[in-house]
Nanobody, 124 residues
Framework: QVQLVESGGGLVQAGGSLRLSCAAS????????MGWFRQARGKEREFVSA????????EYSDSVKGRFSISRDNAKNTVYLQMNDLKPEDTAVYYC?????????????????WGQGTQVTVSS
């Protein structure tokens, strides 16, 4: 199992940008697909984006497609989420997660390791 630590959250105005990072410990980062999920207050955790082990496949939720971009640096054991044109409805705690499933899984049940989350707040 990998340990995950997110960073990069904060307060930003609508239309602004943030880049989230997720640093993974352990030597088998390359054996994991990586995902980003978010949970707004009072709502269930939802899928945002995922990237396969070798970055060959990427998935985005419809709500962030065209605005967010996921990437990974396997040499640095880090996955990123570049968030552009942020909207107030993007406000949530963002979680990084790791999965041994193939491809770029979109379900929380596919993931076995989770970070502690980082708060993103978008003001209108």
């Amino acid at each position: 199992q990998v340990q995950l630590v997110e960073s990069g959250g904060g307060l930003v105005q609508a239309g602004g940008s943030l880049r989230l990072s997720c640093a993974a410990s352990g030597r088998d980062f390359i054996d994991h697909a990586m995902g980003w999920f978010r949970q707004a207050r009072g709502k269930e955790r939802e899928f945002v984006s995922a990237i396969s082990r070798g970055a060959l496949t990427i998935e985005y939720s419809d709500s962030v497609k065209g605005r967010f971009s996921i990437s990974r640096d396997n040499a640095k054991n880090t996955v990123y989420l570049q968030m552009n044109d942020l909207k107030p409805e993007d406000t949530a705690v963002y979680y990084c997660a790791a999965s041994r499933a193939l491809g770029s899984p979109v379900f929380t049940s596919d993931y076995n390791s989770w970070g502690q989350g980082t708060q993103v707040t978008v003001s209108s």
